[in-house]
């Protein structure tokens, strides 16, 4: 109900909904004057927290164009991606495939690392992907600061920030400009083999070594400290009694370019909602109710 209020002091005439207490992420149709060009006015509410209210307008036919249906449920805007990557970047790649095919409902638009030559760097620019250096390099000849980095990326104009397989912490600056809206992928069942030190290989020799007979990967928020943000997603595969760290990360890596894959796009479209105690799920793309 709250959502609702606030939405009514923003479009006085939306009729009233009763919507269901749990649901958190509200759009209703505007109603008000015609010349805004506005469509819908949403707004996403946490009880005792922040409240951002937005309207989604359309001004130009080619602009409405470029919006489609997604499920039974409004229209959504195509969402432009940044994501950061410092090494061979296997996750971007299947992000940005995934993009080119259409199954995934937004562009990467620039890719931000902190190791201009790695393979997931080449691909960018490769693929006419701009590559943009944070922070700065050892030489201080390349690289931007955080402020820079979020003036950089709201110049692309980008909605969503994709970590895969970047290794330094991200400032708290560009987590309050993007909040909610940053994801990671870590290659284990977190909160277990999370935290600063565990990484590639160090993650899945630690999941070996402690007897651990699942593990998988974890999709979350990034929050200011390492893999302790809220998740999103997970997978779980077994570990095989004579598993090698190489063997296990090569078959938590392909279950990784698949959920990445499905969870951007349900992010794209709109799909995330925030449980009451602030846990995010992912609703079903066939079944509005359900969840993933
Ligand atoms: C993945 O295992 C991911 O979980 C972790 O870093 C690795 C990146 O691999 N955060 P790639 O660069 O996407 O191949």
């Not at 707004?43 to 080619?62: D, L, P």
């Not at 701009?130 to 979020?150: N, T």
């Not at 698949?258 to 796009?265: A, D, G, I, Q």
């Amino acid at each position: 109900m709250e959502a609702q209020k606030i939405l009514s002091r923003f479009c006085p005439k939306t009729p009233s909904l009763l919507l269901p207490s749990h649901k958190k992420l509200h759009t209703l149709p505007y109603v008000g004057p015609k010349n805004l060009g506005i469509l819908r006015l949403g707004c996403s509410y946490t009880e005792g927290k922040k409240k951002r209210v937005f309207c989604v307008r359309s001004t130009v036919e080619e602009e409405e164009a470029k919006v489609v249906k997604v499920g039974a449920t409004a229209p959504v805007r195509r969402k432009k991606l940044a994501v950061f990557v410092s090494g061979g970047g296997s996750n971007f790649k299947s992000i940005h495939e995934a993009s080119l095919k259409g199954s995934l409902h937004g562009d990467v638009l620039v890719l931000v690392t902190n190791k201009p030559d790695c393979g997931g760097a080449e691909y960018a620019r490769n693929n006419g992907i701009p590559v943009v250096v944070f922070p700065k390099v050892k030489d201080g000849s390349d690289g931007l600061s955080p402020s820079e980095l979020v003036d950089t990326l709201r110049s692309f104009q980008v909605d969503f920030i994709l970590l895969a397989g970047f290794l330094k912490l991200i400032p708290v600056e560009l987590i309050r400009a993007y909040e909610n809206s940053i994801l990671n992928i870590h290659p284990s069942l977190l909160p277990a083999f999370g935290g600063k030190g565990y990484y590639g290989m160090k993650v899945h020799k630690a999941v070996i070594a402690s007897g651990a007979r699942y593990s998988g990967p974890t999709i979350h928020f990034v929050d200011e400290h390492y893999d302790t943000g809220r998740i999103l997603a997970q997978c779980a595969i077994p570990v095989l009694a004579n598993d090698t760290a190489d063997e296990l990360a090569f078959r938590v890596l392909k279950e990784e370019h698949r959920l990445y894959v499905e969870v951007v796009e349900a992010l794209c479209e709109e799909r995330i909602v925030w449980r009451e105690d602030g846990v995010p799920l992912i609703r079903s793309k066939d079944n509005p109710n359900g969840f993933c």
